[in-house]
Nanobody, 120 residues
Framework: QVHLLESGGGLAQAGGSLRLSCTVSGSIGSINAMGWFRQAPGPDKKRVLVSSITSSGLTNYADSVKGRFTIARDNVKSPVYLQMNSLKPDDTAVYYC????????????WGQGTQVTVSS
């Protein structure tokens, strides 16, 4: 079992910054990537991948956050961070940390989510 705990969400003004952290514990040997997802408010909004980092350090970003967000971790046992700069009201969402094994993210492990609200 893998346990994930997010922190660092909150309220920011447009143009501001926040840093999210995801602490990982448990049986992490099977994990091959970590990702940050977000779900914007509204009944039709789905959870979408914002950024991910593999166990070898390869990163990926959604087009909407490229150049503004940075995902990082020191090693597979360290927390995963999401540095969010130049925040926009459209970044308002619940952000989830997720860990992927051979089954993929959907059947992987998820944190409880942390709210990020960006005011204009």
């Amino acid at each position: 079992q893998v346990h994930l705990l997010e922190s660092g969400g909150g309220l920011a003004q447009a143009g501001g910054s926040l840093r999210l952290s995801c602490t990982v514990s448990g049986s992490i040997g099977s994990i091959n990537a970590m990702g940050w997802f977000r779900q914007a408010p509204g009944p039709d909004k789905k959870r979408v991948l914002v950024s991910s980092i593999t166990s070898s350090g390869l990163t990926n970003y959604a087009d909407s956050v490229k150049g503004r967000f940075t995902i990082a971790r020191d090693n597979v046992k360290s927390p995963v961070y999401l540095q969010m700069n130049s925040l926009k009201p459209d970044d308002t969402a619940v952000y989830y940390c997720a860990a992927r094994d051979w089954r993929g993210y959907d059947d992987g492990y998820w944190g409880q989510g942390t709210q990020v609200t960006v005011s204009s």
